[in-house]
T-cell receptor, first 114, second 107 residues
């Protein structure tokens, strides 16, 4: 058990809708990262937050947004959903930044857009 | 067995053999590298890391080798077991992951 909790585990929704994915990092970890993994694909880095502030941005669409709250949990908001957004979305956390410490991943939220 | 990572994304080995998974990185300024294992239906799990001031680091049944001259990283798994079957990713310190290599262990 990595200590990172993601909810919900599964989400099925229709095109055009909006969903929110939630992540609770490991106790003590200040950094939260979001990744997208399509079927049999690699992990695409979306965005990183450190202690409430956006630290780095990857290939995140404008329809997607995220935030990290004072209690350090994070939410990823996906809007105007398209079929191609169907994927596994992983949250990871680390003590500091990815520059000098490994990431600890949750087990993901599987999003299906129909 | 040996894999070239991005060029040969699948590696199949016999139980008990040693496995070598390779990864090429592009950023010569990277100074921290990590290997992760992802089992089906789960998130990636940290295996071992290495900093650029080292060439080799050993863990339990795993060894990571770093060749900064050719920007190459490898993960060696000794006496591969069925439980080692998974996708293995390398990552550089800018949080970007390689494409991954699927390791299948035949009993």
């Amino acid at each position: 058990d990595s200590g990172v909790t993601q909810t919900p585990k599964h989400l099925i929704t229709a095109t055009g809708q909006r969903v929110t994915l939630r992540c609770s990092p490991r106790s003590g970890d200040l950094s939260v990262y979001w990744y997208q993994q399509s079927l049999d694909q690699g992990l695409q880095f979306l965005i990183q937050y450190y202690n409430g502030e956006e630290r780095a941005k990857g290939n995140i669409l404008e329809r997607f947004s995220a935030q990290q709250f004072p209690d350090l949990h994070s939410e990823l908001n996906l809007s105007s959903l398209e079929l191609g957004d169907s994927a596994l979305y992983f949250c990871a956390s680390s003590v500091r930044t990815a520059y000098n410490s490994p990431l600890h991943f949750g087990n993901g939220t599987r999003l299906t857009v129909t | 067995g040996e894999s070239v990572g991005l060029h040969l994304p699948t590696l199949s080995v016999q139980e008990g053999d040693n496995s070598i998974i390779n990864c090429a990185y592009s950023n010569s300024a990277s100074d921290y590298f990590i290997w992760y294992k992802q089992e089906s239906g789960k998130g990636p799990q940290f295996i071992i890391d290495i900093r650029s001031n080292m060439d080799k680091r050993q863990g339990q049944r795993v060894t990571v080798l770093l060749n900064k001259t050719v920007k190459h990283l490898s993960l060696q798994i000794a006496a591969t077991q069925p439980g080692d079957s998974a996708v293995y990713f390398c990552a550089e310190n800018d949080m970007r992951f390689g494409a991954g290599t699927r390791l299948t262990v035949k009993p």
